[in-house]
């Protein structure tokens, strides 16, 4: 059982180019989200996804684009990168939003550098 | 907008010393409050977590914390600690209506 699992774990990228993250989860989980970690920031949500097909803009969504063809993957698109993009993204995937079984599962992250 | 504090943005510690962390959050409806740990180069993982019930929560590692209502806080505590709880701690919320919500995170420095 893998749980959640992000490709790749690092990447450089130059100005303007783009890339796509992919997340991947095992657990039959419905809601599924993009976050980036930034120094003294916490998490930020970028997508969100709550369920297969469906995807919706979270805190900081300007930049990047996401998609959810199949339940088990979530993937994260730069349009087109800048400095400011780099950060650790992080999947993560619940079963259940509301009241009660709510935590989240967390992939390792992407360290991404925009150079 | 809702929102989490953590009071401390570094706390530094020798072992055996005892751990509070502080967590406010700004909602005032039903509330599923968590602490999540992420050791040096990993992953956040699940410390311990609140739905209802007994307000104290006891988690992994020997960690607990206090839900108070009244006070909007989640505080996470540790009679001892150790020098592998070396991490950041993020305190987090979610509830009917809004997702996750984290803390900025609280760096932790155990000294050996």
């Known amino acids: 059982n893998a749980g959640v699992t992000q490709t790749p774990k690092f990447r450089v990228l130059k100005t303007g180019q783009s890339m796509t993250l992919l997340c991947a989860q095992d657990m039959n989980h419905e809601y599924m989200y993009w976050y980036r970690q930034d120094p003294g920031m916490g998490l930020r949500l970028i997508h969100y996804s709550v369920g297969e097909g469906t995807t919706a803009k979270g805190e900081v969504p300007d930049g990047y684009n996401v998609s959810r063809l199949k339940k088990q993957n979530f993937l994260l698109g730069l349009e087109s990168a800048a400095p400011s993009q780099t950060s650790v993204y992080f999947c993560a995937s619940s079963y259940a939003q509301g009241l009660g079984n709510t935590e989240a599962f967390f992939g390792q992250g992407t360290r991404l550098t925009v150079v | 907008a809702q929102s989490v504090s953590q009071h401390n943005h570094h706390v530094i510690l020798s072992e055996a010393a005892s751990l509070e962390l502080g967590c406010n959050y700004s909602?005032?409806?039903?509330?599923?409050l968590f602490w999540y740990v992420q050791y040096p180069g990993q992953h956040l993982q699940l410390l311990l977590k609140?739905?209802?019930?007994?307000?104290l929560v006891k988690g992994i590692k020997g960690f607990e914390a206090e839900f108070i209502k009244s006070k909007f806080s989640f505080n996470l505590r540790k009679p001892s600690v150790q020098w592998s709880d070396t991490a950041e701690y993020f305190c987090a919320v979610n509830g009917p209506g809004f997702k996750t919500i984290f803390g900025a995170g609280t760096r932790l420095f155990v000294k050996a």
């Open positions: 609140y739905f209802s019930g007994d307000p």
């Open positions: 909602y005032g409806g039903t509330v599923n």
